[in-house]
């Protein structure tokens, strides 16, 4: 079966600071993945996709970044962390998984950043 | 005219109720639609996916009326754990595509 790990878990750091989020997929291969930020009381945002290794879409202009260095890591990180930047990231993929179709997104457990 | 419209609530109904969400779409070319939940601060997770005309999961029923584009999803027999916000998702092309169209939740509170 397949699993979708994320961490830290929770994270506070002070504005200005770097940030390095990561996301692991297992039991499957050549997935998509995605980055997505959900802020308080608001709706999933989309932020970078990718369909393979080194291959990045962004979706919204920010102060992010996003890797995949292998086919199952997908990075999220900031040079300079701005109070906005607070919320619940989350990573999702999206792939052939037990016989279901190709669209539906599985996400991992998040994290909770606070910039404070 | 947003691309996913969800009355966003909250919906306050007593267990045992029947109590109903509709999702509205603006791209009538979608091809598949979702029905996530999300507890409060987790992760949304896959309740449903519609491909065709509905689906139906127990006590679960979520329906496709293409004409008038909106999906509905019909909860039978609430229970307390139902309480959780109900995401509506769209993929709005055909053939493989990489984004999928979130609305922004409708919140259902299921009370003792």
């Known amino acids: 079966s397949q699993t979708i790990h994320q961490w830290p878990a929770t994270l506070v750091q002070p504005v200005g600071s770097p940030l390095s989020l990561e996301c692991t997929v297992e039991g499957t291969s050549n997935p998509n993945l995605y980055w997505y930020r959900q802020a308080a009381g608001r709706g999933l945002q989309l932020l970078f996709y990718s369909v393979g290794i080194g291959q990045i879409s962004s979706e919204v202009p920010q102060n992010l970044s996003a890797s995949r260095p292998q086919d199952r890591q997908f990075i999220l990180s900031s040079k300079k962390l701005l109070l906005s930047d607070s919320g619940f990231y989350l990573c999702?993929?999206?792939?052939?998984?037990?016989?279901?179709?190709?669209?539906?997104?599985?996400f991992g457990p998040g994290t909770r950043l606070t910039v404070l | 005219r947003k691309e996913v419209e969800q009355d966003p609530g909250p919906f306050n109904v007593p267990e045992g109720a029947t109590v109903a969400f509709n999702c509205t779409y603006s791209n009538s070319a979608s091809q598949s639609f979702f029905w996530y939940r999300q507890d409060c601060r987790k992760e949304p997770k896959l309740l449903m996916s519609?491909?065709?005309?509905?689906n139906e999961d127990g006590r679960f029923t979520a329906q496709l009326n293409r004409a008038s584009q909106y999906i509905s999803l019909l909860i039978r027999d609430s229970k307390l754990s139902d309480s959780a916000t109900y995401l509506c998702?769209?993929?709005?092309?055909?053939?493989?595509?990489?984004?999928?169209?979130w609305g922004l939740g409708t919140s259902l509170a299921v009370n003792p």
């Open positions: 998702v769209v993929n709005p092309y055909a053939g493989n595509n990489r984004k999928l169209i």
């Open positions: 519609v491909y065709s005309s509905g």
């Open positions: 999702a993929w999206r792939g052939l998984a037990g016989g279901l179709s190709y669209n539906e997104q599985f």
